[in-house]
C-alpha cells in the first residue's frame, strides 16, 4: 500500500506539538500534593457539590443546547447579557471556536512570548501563523505586540494574568492595547485567573460591553473549584458570539455542569474564603521564597513562577526530584522555554508551608554535597 492509500491529516495538525499537562502522580509515594495545576486547595462550594448530586437523577436526558440556565446565572452575577455569553467546555473549548471562526491559511495571530500554550496550539491548527512578541521581565509589552501588528493580524490573544507566569498588565495598559488594534482585529482577553487580582478590578468585561472587537474569556475551573466538569464562558459582541455559536458542539455543557456552576455562582461567600488565602499565601509563599535566594516573578494568579540558577546544585532538575520524593508536584517549564524555573500552585496553609520547608532542605542538601 503506497501512502497515498490512506487517509492524511491537514499539515497544519502535523505541525501542532500537542499540549503537556501537569503532572498528577509520582512514584513511590501515597501521599500527593498536588501543586502543578493550578486547582483551588478548597474545591468547590458545598453548594455546587450538593447541586452535582441532584443532578445525578438527570444525567439520562439531554442538557440544554444553549446552556441557557448557566448564561443567565453569570449574566445575573456580572449584570451583562445573558445572549451575549458563549459556554464551553473549559476555556479550551472557547480559544478551539475562536481559531475556528476567525482564523485561516494566510492569517496571523499574536501570543506573547510566555502565553498560555494553547494558543499557539489552536492557531497553528488552523493553518495561521502564530506571532510571538517578546515580554519584558515576564510581563507582556503593549509596545512589541502593537509593534507585531500587520494587515494579516486577526486575532491577538492575551491572558491577563498570565499563565504560567502570573504577570499582569494593569487596566490602562490593556486599554492601551486595545486603542491601537486594527476594528477588524478581535482581542481575546483571556481573564482566568481574574478573581485572584489585588489592587484593582480587571475591566475585561465592561470594556467588552462598549467595543465591538473583544471577546473576554472566564472559567470555572480555578476559583470556583470546579476544573473536573469543564466549563469555561466568554462575553462579548452579539455578533462575534453568534458567529460562534454556528458552530459550536450541541449539548457542550453537561446537566452536572451546568447545576454545579449555577450554585457555584450563587455561594459568595466560599468564593471569597478562596480568594482572601490565596492572597494571604501568596504573598507568603513570595517572601519566603525570596528570602530562600530564589527568585519569584511577582504574580496576580494562584500561582508562582519560581527560578532557579541554572549554573548550581540546586538547579531546577534537582529541586524537582527532591520535591517529587516527598510527594510535592510542581509544574516544569519546558514547554514554554522557561528551562530553570517550575509553577508552584498556593495551596493549602500545610502544603505551603512544607513546600517551603522542602525547598530549605533541597538547597542545603545539595550545598552541603
Request: glycine share 6%; charged share 20%; net charge negative.
Amino acid at each position: 500500500m503506497s501512502q497515498s492509500d490512506k487517509p492524511h491529516p491537514r499539515n497544519a495538525v502535523l505541525k501542532v506539538d500537542p499540549y503537556l499537562p501537569g503532572r498528577a502522580k509520582v512514584d513511590n509515594s501515597q501521599d500527593i500534593h498536588k501543586l502543578s495545576s493550578n486547582e483551588s486547595p478548597f474545591g468547590p462550594s458545598p453548594l455546587a457539590i450538593e447541586a452535582y448530586h441532584q443532578a445525578s437523577a438527570k444525567i439520562g436526558l439531554y442538557p440544554n443546547s444553549d446552556a441557557a440556565q448557566v448564561r443567565e446565572a453569570i449574566a445575573r452575577r456580572f449584570n451583562i447579557e445573558a445572549d451575549q455569553i458563549i459556554c464551553g467546555a473549559g476555556v479550551e473549548d472557547i480559544l478551539v471556536l475562536v481559531s475556528r471562526v476567525f482564523l485561516q491559511e494566510g492569517d496571523e495571530a499574536i501570543y506573547t512570548e510566555f502565553g498560555f500554550n494553547m494558543y499557539k496550539i489552536d492557531i497553528i491548527a488552523s493553518g495561521a501563523t502564530p506571532v510571538v512578541p517578546k515580554e519584558k521581565n515576564y510581563v507582556a509589552d503593549v509596545d512589541a505586540i502593537l509593534a507585531a501588528v500587520t494587515p494579516r493580524t486577526k486575532v491577538v490573544f492575551l491572558a491577563n494574568p498570565n499563565n504560567p507566569t502570573g504577570s499582569y498588565l494593569p487596566v490602562q495598559e490593556i486599554a492601551r492595547l486595545h486603542k491601537g488594534l486594527p476594528d477588524d482585529c478581535l482581542f481575546v482577553l483571556d481573564e482566568a485567573y481574574a478573581e485572584y487580582v489585588d489592587g484593582e478590578e480587571p475591566q475585561g468585561i465592561d470594556m467588552a460591553r462598549k467595543a465591538n472587537n473583544i471577546l473576554v474569556t472566564r472559567t470555572f475551573s480555578k476559583v470556583y473549584g470546579l476544573a473536573g466538569l469543564r466549563l469555561g464562558w466568554a462575553y462579548g459582541p452579539a455578533d462575534i458570539i453568534n458567529a460562534m455559536h454556528r458552530v459550536r458542539y450541541i449539548f457542550n455543557i453537561s446537566v452536572a455542569a451546568a447545576a454545579a456552576a449555577v450554585a457555584a455562582l450563587n455561594d459568595t461567600a466560599h468564593l471569597e474564603k478562596t480568594v482572601q488565602h490565596t492572597l494571604k499565601w501568596r504573598a507568603w509563599l513570595t517572601k519566603e521564597i525570596q528570602d530562600l535566594g530564589l527568585k519569584v516573578t511577582p504574580s496576580q494568579a494562584n500561582f508562582l513562577l519560581v527560578h532557579f540558577p541554572a549554573d548550581e546544585s540546586c538547579n531546577v532538575k534537582a529541586a524537582d526530584a527532591y520535591l517529587m520524593s516527598k510527594g510535592y508536584i510542581l509544574r516544569r517549564l519546558e514547554p514554554y522555554g522557561l528551562n530553570n524555573a517550575m509553577r508552584l500552585t498556593v495551596g493549602t496553609e500545610e502544603e505551603n508551608r512544607t513546600v517551603v520547608q522542602l525547598l530549605r532542605e533541597c538547597m542545603k542538601k545539595n550545598i552541603a554535597a
